[in-house]
């Protein structure tokens, strides 16, 4: 068998809505949207609020995974989408996720790493 | 505040134990014992095995994620620990838990990669 590698996209995102980095809530419910859209099989997730704000929130895929930690205080998140292409070739899928992200939360700017794995 | 990067470690690790590889019960056993051993804070995690042999896990920690998903087939998986130094400097327990995680699988050769963030 052939091994394919995925694109595993990290970015550390810069963004002014407070409201979006403190509570869980609306990522969960776009997120969960995008893996819908997309045609992605989530196989569990696990998200945690912290009592003082911030969240952490980790979705698992049948194709990897989409991670994002968020710190208010700092007004920023780290985000990762990774998603392998054993099955079928997902990099237009990861690339059209991080883009959403970064629109959902109106990013004034960004630091983007891309690995091939 | 002041920002204070984490370190990111992913690999991808080659192993002839295709027993580890192929279903998570160990996997859960001895990364849960790293992160009780290195003083962390789990706040959830999703495993998740598939059918056919293999696994996505992913732990949920305050201080960020550790991800591993496996591909027996190809006699490898890929392995991602991050750890954000908000609270305090976690750089040494990151390198000290990826190494532990090398030893479980008794890794023949390795691809790794290292990041700030």
Chains 1, 2 share one sequence.
């Not at 595993?8 to 980095?21: A, E, G, I, V």
Request: overall charge negative; charged content about 20%; aromatic content about 10%.
């Amino acid at each position: 068998m052939e091994y394919h590698p995925g694109l595993h996209l990290l970015t550390t995102l810069y963004s002014q809505r407070k409201d979006l980095l403190h509570v869980s809530g609306q990522w969960k419910t776009f997120i969960q949207s995008q893996i819908a859209i997309h045609g992605l099989t989530e196989v569990g997730n696990c998200v945690h609020d912290f009592p003082d704000g911030g969240y952490t929130a980790v979705h698992c895929l049948t194709e990897s995974h989409i991670s994002i930690h968020t710190w208010p205080e700092y007004g920023l998140c780290t985000c990762d989408v990774y998603l392998s292409n054993f099955r079928k070739n997902n990099d237009v899928i990861t690339t059209a996720i991080m883009e959403q992200i970064k629109l959902f939360f109106e990013i004034t700017h960004e630091e983007m790493h891309s690995l091939r794995r």
